[in-house]
């Protein structure tokens, strides 16, 4: 261990392959269902939403997979991300904790998102893709997205959901800036938001309404890919240039983490963080150790959701699988400031999660709000609302290490900044902000939706 507070790589030190988890899985992954039918998808169902490069990405089960020649240049804007120890906040916890957080928030876009849509961009690109269409909520995706687009010379359409459209609309200026398209969802542009409107006029919108929206628009048209970004294999896959990059960095420090803890809306930065490690625990190459993912409690999918097949939008026009899910019908409450509303988790992040190389926790919203002034008052960081959850949970695990003596190493992926995400920083210092954790019955009568399947 060395006395340094932050532990940088080189442009050279970036990875270049990224990390496929599904090549040491013990047990294979569950099979994906076709919406309509409930028969297993085959590469040729996706080839209207999806171009075949991504499919064979998505399926694949090679252990490294080169990360492309352009991908790797543009990921030199701000990769490799800065590993820090978190010093000043182990002091203001009195902790014998070592601290570390990975800072997804260097990016242009300033979360993780990019690591994935450029690389969606691209694999577009050189199949001949002429348009991406994607849904976004808070809007960290949409303009990783519309930056990624605009790099590769693609149009770009995002639904974004109409809570967030009305409520975030510097995200939204920031996509247009891109030079992206976008609309309020549920909308009147396509048939799954009408059908929606007739059934409520006034809806706030879901993520799950939105990737209907989106996914019927590619599918009409074959110049039109949808691209998703969190959930599926291939978006876990390109976040792993994370987890692969701290690995290394925690090299430099010398030190080895006893904890790995990121948060969990569709699952992409915690894949993207913990499967390297994961890797080298199933590989034999390293120590088992604790793994957490942290969800809101107001969006609990992994801890209170059941794990059975369903659908992955409210329309059912996207794949079945088999995830953690509240059931396809959820919708947020409005005041869940946080992020992290997805309905289901990704397939292979519930996968773990039952398999025991990984553990899953909740933290409430005020907890979490807390935990980011806490964090930002610390090292100057004000992270993004959605990383608040992995840093609550990381300030745990430091006060628990107070009450028993012992020092642990403790990494936390920070994955993103919350400079878009203001208003909710002022409503919790107003104390405007409460609690919030999802009734048992409204989480039965949503999972009352779920498909039947029959056996799997
Ligand atoms: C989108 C987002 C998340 C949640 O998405 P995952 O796919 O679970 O990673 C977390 N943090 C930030 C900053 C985000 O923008």
């Avoid at 006395?3 to 294979?28: C, F, G, V």
């Avoid at 400079?419 to 107003?430: N, Q």
Wanted: net charge negative; glycine share 8%; charged share 20%.
């Amino acid at each position: 261990m060395n006395d340094q507070i932050k532990y940088l790589l080189q442009e050279s030190d970036i990875p270049t392959t990224w990390y496929n988890l599904a090549a040491d899985l013990r047990n294979p992954p569950a099979p994906v269902l076709h919406p309509a039918t409930h028969e297993p998808i085959t590469p040729a169902d996706l080839l209207p939403i999806f171009p075949e490069n991504i499919i064979a990405q998505e399926v694949s089960t090679e252990r490294e997979i080169e990360i492309p020649g352009p991908v790797r240049e543009i990921y030199k804007q701000w990769r490799p991300s800065p590993l820090f120890r978190a010093r000043r906040l182990e002091k203001a916890l009195d902790t014998p904790a070592r601290i570390y957080y990975k800072y997804e928030g260097v990016s242009p876009a300033g979360s993780h998102k990019p690591n994935s849509a450029i690389a969606q961009a691209y694999y577009n690109k050189v199949a001949g893709v002429k348009r991406l269409v994607t849904e976004t909520g808070a809007g960290q995706w949409g303009s990783s997205l519309a930056m990624a687009c605009n790099f590769f010379g693609l149009a770009c359409e995002v639904y974004m959901v109409r809570v967030s459209y009305n409520q975030k609309p510097y995200r939204r200026a920031i996509m247009e800036t891109f030079g992206a398209k976008v609309t309020a969802s549920p909308s009147p542009t396509t048939e799954a938001g009408r059908a929606l409107l007739a059934k409520n006029p006034e809806s706030s919108g879901s993520l799950g309404m939105a990737i209907s929206e989106a996914v019927e628009v590619a599918a009409k048209d074959p110049d039109t890919k949808y691209a998703l970004g969190s959930v599926l294999n291939h978006v876990l896959l390109h976040q792993t240039v994370i987890g692969k990059e701290a690995a290394l960095q925690m090299k430099l420090a010398e030190d080895e983490p006893d904890i790995v803890i990121a948060c969990t809306g569709g699952g992409s930065n915690f894949g993207g963080m913990a499967f390297p490690f994961i890797g080298e625990v199933l590989r034999g190459e390293r120590q088992p150790l604790r793994i957490v993912a942290v969800e809101p409690e107001a969006c609990p999918s992994l801890t209170r959701g059941r794990y059975a097949y369903d659908y992955g939008d409210t329309a059912h026009l996207a794949p079945i699988t088999k995830m953690h899910t509240l059931g396809s019908t959820f919708v947020p409450p409005g005041f869940h400031a946080g992020g992290l509303r997805y309905h289901g988790m990704a397939p292979l992040v519930s996968q773990v999660v039952e398999e025991g190389l990984a553990e899953a926790t909740t933290v409430a919203q005020l907890e979490s709000f807390a935990a980011g002034v806490q964090f930002a008052r610390a090292e100057g960081i004000v992270p993004a609302p959605e990383s608040n959850h992995a840093i609550a949970a990381g300030i745990r695990e430091a006060l628990k290490c107070k009450e028993e003596g012992i020092s642990r190493a403790i990494l936390i992926n920070v994955s993103g900044h919350g400079h878009f995400d203001m208003m909710a920083y002022l409503d919790f210092i107003g104390g405007k902000l409460q609690n919030y954790a999802y009734p048992e019955e409204e989480i039965a009568m949503a999972l009352a939706g779920l498909p039947n399947v029959g056996d799997v």
